[in-house]
């Protein structure tokens, strides 16, 4: 019904960058908040930041300066922009966005299915 799909994680060396990107498609007649949260193996998923349909932003406190969030409502995409990655931001990024599928419907919490970011020391 609706589909979330990530692209542009990696390997990269601290200090380094890299632009995160999520594509919505499907039956969706308008999008909420949308956010970007990660996950080390083992530890609670953490929220990164987020940014509404209006574009207000918010942002975890070890990620503040370093990380932007951005959207383009007309490609129902939203995009993450990681700069001077740490070792500790290693982790699988996944993408978040509630989602109404018509005009009647309830908005729905729908994931991406993840990508891994690695930076290396």
């Known amino acids: 019904q609706v589909q979330l799909v990530e692209s542009g994680g990696g390997l990269v060396q601290a200090g380094g960058s890299l632009r995160l990107s999520c594509a919505a498609s499907g039956s969706i007649f308008n999008i909420n908040a949308m956010d970007w949260y990660r996950q080390v193996l083992g530890k609670q998923r953490e929220l990164v930041a987020t940014?509404?349909?209006?574009?207000?932003?918010d942002y975890a406190d070890s990620v503040k300066g370093r990380f932007t969030i951005a959207r383009d409502n007309a490609k129902n995409t939203v995009y993450l922009q990681m700069n001077n990655l740490k070792p500790e931001d290693t982790a699988v990024y996944s993408c978040?966005?509630?989602?109404?599928?018509?005009?009647?419907?309830?908005?729905?919490?729908?994931w991406g299915q993840g990508t891994q970011v690695t930076v290396s020391s």
């Open positions: 978040h966005a509630r989602i109404r599928n018509w005009v009647t419907s309830p908005f729905r919490d729908y």
């Open positions: 940014i509404t349909s209006g574009g207000s932003t």
